[in-house]
């Protein structure tokens, strides 16, 4: 189904979750307040929990993940499935208030404007699709997340630093952590005319499952020279 504006204004108001019926939105506020979020960030390579949000195990990891809340959270899962698989545009929003509420948490500033006068700003940036994919779906579930996100952070964004140039099958129908791996090798590259040399970047994605998407990206945006990069999942599974 494509993701269609005039859609959206005339969905139903009922929860995506619950299917009561609400005034406004797409998720009610028992289903929201619901949601046990998680909060620590974890590492990028082992995924353990990183208590006060520093890295603790693999420093040498490319990227720290964060995620909002477990993919098993029924409200969360029934959101996501609204959006990516019911092209329903308007649970991007619910879902990139989910994961600023989770950075403010953890009492990290992705905003910059530090008192030190240098840049501390953070650039957000989604994962790609492939073009075919983009085209499938018609959309980017991930950019509809990180655009509102990136306002609610006060971050820069930027959509064109990453560029997918392999289409495979998606993450979620392979088999193992093997074939994900193998699945996802090559598949992403700077985009034409990207500078993420020094840059703090945020990346978001949806779901995380093993990590290998973000894996991938992260070693891009490093070889590219990117500073930091945290890598933001709304649901890690
Ligand atoms: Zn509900
Ligand atoms: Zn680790």
Not at 15 to 27: F, Q
Not at 105 to 123: K, P, V, Y
Not at 220 to 232: E, N, P, T, Y
């Amino acid at each position: 189904m494509n993701f269609n504006i005039i859609g959206d204004i005339f969905f139903p108001p009922a929860c995506v979750a619950c299917g009561d019926s609400i005034a406004r939105g797409v998720l009610c506020a028992t289903c929201r307040q619901g949601i046990v979020g998680f909060d620590t960030l974890f590492c990028g390579t082992c995924a353990a929990r990183l208590p006060d949000q520093k890295k603790i195990c693999h420093k040498d990891a490319p990227f720290v993940l964060g995620a909002a809340a477990p993919y098993d959270d029924d409200a969360l899962r029934a959101l996501i499935h609204a959006l990516k698989f019911q092209g329903i545009g308007a649970a991007a929003e619910p879902l990139a208030e989910i994961l600023a509420a989770y950075v403010a948490r953890l009492g990290l500033d992705l905003g910059g404007g530090g008192a030190s006068g240098e840049s501390d700003a953070w650039t957000v940036t989604p994962v790609p699709l492939s073009r075919e994919r983009a085209r499938a779906r018609g959309f980017n579930q991930s950019t509809l997340i990180a655009q509102p996100l990136a306002r609610a952070l006060g971050a820069s964004y930027d959509e064109h630093l990453l560029a997918r140039i392999a289409h495979r099958k998606p993450q979620s129908d392979t088999e193992d952590i093997f074939e994900r791996r193998e699945n996802i090798k090559g598949c992403f590259a700077l985009a034409p005319g990207a500078d993420v040399c020094n840059k703090k970047i945020v990346l978001v994605d949806d779901v995380t499952t093993s990590g290998t998407t973000f894996t991938e990206a992260a070693r891009i945006l490093k070889a590219g020279g990117a500073k930091k990069i945290l890598a933001l999942a709304v649901a890690k599974a």
